[in-house]
């Protein structure tokens, strides 16, 4: 039988529930289409990574370069070395920062009063961190106690005397590195770090975190500290916060010591507030209180980078408000003038040495029964008299001294209204 020649269409394929095919010039332009949008897609991405990059990069340098180094008296610190006293086997990984308040009355300070080429130590408060990083305590020495100052070299490149004076002179007669080489001396505690703030310093800190919280038990009507506030819980913004932190004579008893227990309340108050609404871990609430610090500041250079600066307030913030400790240094009248004040003993060297050691250190609230052994009243350490400092007597001292007493003071987690 011949083949047969006829031509058959192909066999049908079939029919599959797929979408139909793509005609043959669109199987090409689809894949093309979605590299084309991945590609810009990740120019969008990496344009914007290197866009903050830059933005972070500027702004680290804005707050780095905001921080003045006081190179003067870390050279007029190291000079002097040998005389500085060193860390104890028992406190290695401690820090000891000493914060001085300036009542510098030049440029933006003017308004305080006239400008007379020198200035005094306002408040000066040592923070010691303990080396776990558990616990803070901060020490407010007193402006009017009766202390030896060290030979330090003047403004002018001369040298001044040993002498005893009032504590805030020594700021006077040699800035800051003779403030510090004061409570070196009579504390027998190494200063790691310092920071120095001016009024308008304090204010512009304060202004950045929205005020701080407090309880004011009678309305205040001061002209001179500039405070109008009626009684009861006020926030206190620049200004007045720096008015009620300063005033004396016109609260209270107008004791120093009052004042300075104001000042530890107000600073608790200020911790509560960071850490309550989260300022150190918001972005947007940080870099103003960032800004305004750094600004704000002049520190030894191995504090002043905002890298340090970080790594001080990591530090301070991984330690619970209840074991940050607040009290003034045992102060009664000092005998031979009763407008200055002198270390009370030995209750003081006992505070120091806790500190020395790396201690905590127990406080009760100002007022209540002190624990025994604790006795404000104790005298000053034997032999001590107007040409000597007790508390440096006290350094070197007694057995007494390993035994710490509880003090006044207070915790940075109780708020003072909240007792009202």
Request: net charge neutral; hydrophobic share 35%.
């Amino acid at each position: 039988m011949a083949e047969d020649e006829t031509e058959h269409p192909p066999t049908a394929v079939p029919p599959t529930n797929g979408p139909p095919a793509d005609p043959p010039g669109e199987r090409t332009g689809r894949p093309r289409r979605r590299r084309r949008w991945l590609m810009i897609t990740a120019g969008a991405v990496a344009f914007l990574l290197v866009a903050c990059g830059v933005l972070l990069w500027i702004a680290y340098r804005k707050l780095d370069g905001n921080i003045r180094t006081d190179s003067a008296t870390d050279r007029l610190l190291a000079k002097l070395e040998a005389e500085r006293p060193s860390r104890s086997a028992g406190a290695r990984g401690a820090e000891n920062l000493l914060l001085i308040g300036s009542d510098d009355r030049s440029g933006a300070n003017g308004s305080y009063g006239a400008d007379a080429g020198t200035q005094r130590s306002d408040t000066t408060i040592l923070l010691h961190l303990s080396a776990d990083r558990r616990h803070a305590t901060a020490v407010s020495v007193p402006r009017d106690v009766m202390v030896s100052v060290p030979a330090c070299e003047k403004p002018d490149g001369t040298r001044s005397k040993p002498a005893l004076m009032q504590f805030n002179w020594a700021f006077e007669t040699g800035g800051p590195a003779c403030s510090i080489r004061t409570v070196e001396q009579l504390s027998g505690i190494r200063i790691d770090h310092y920071v120095i703030l001016d009024f308008s310093g304090f204010k512009t800190i304060v202004d950045a975190i929205g005020g701080v919280d407090v309880c004011v038990p009678q309305p205040i009507h001061d002209k001179d500290a500039k405070l109008d506030l009626p009684a009861g819980r006020q926030t206190l913004r620049g200004e007045q916060a720096l008015g009620y932190v300063r005033a004396r004579e016109s609260l209270g008893d107008g004791s120093d010591t009052q004042r300075m227990g104001r000042q530890q309340q107000f600073l608790a108050a200020l911790i509560r507030k960071v850490e309550s609404q989260g300022v150190l871990l918001n972005p947007a609430r940080l870099w103003p209180v960032l800004d305004a610090a750094t600004s704000s500041v002049r520190a030894d250079g191995g504090l002043s980078s905002l890298g340090a600066l970080y790594d001080l307030t990591q530090d301070l913030r991984s330690i619970p408000t209840a074991n940050v400790v607040f009290l003034t240094a045992p102060r009664r009248p000092y005998r031979y003038d009763s407008d200055r004040d002198e270390f009370v003993q030995p209750q003081t060297g006992q505070l120091f040495a806790a500190l020395r050691d790396d201690r905590s250190v127990a406080v009760r609230p100002p007022g209540s029964t002190p624990s025994a052994g604790a006795d404000p009243g104790a005298g000053a350490s034997p032999g001590a008299g107007p040409g000597a400092d007790s508390a440096g007597a006290a350094v070197a001292a007694s057995p007494s001294a390993g035994a710490s007493p509880t003090f006044e003071g207070r915790t940075a987690d109780v708020d003072a209204c909240a007792q009202h």
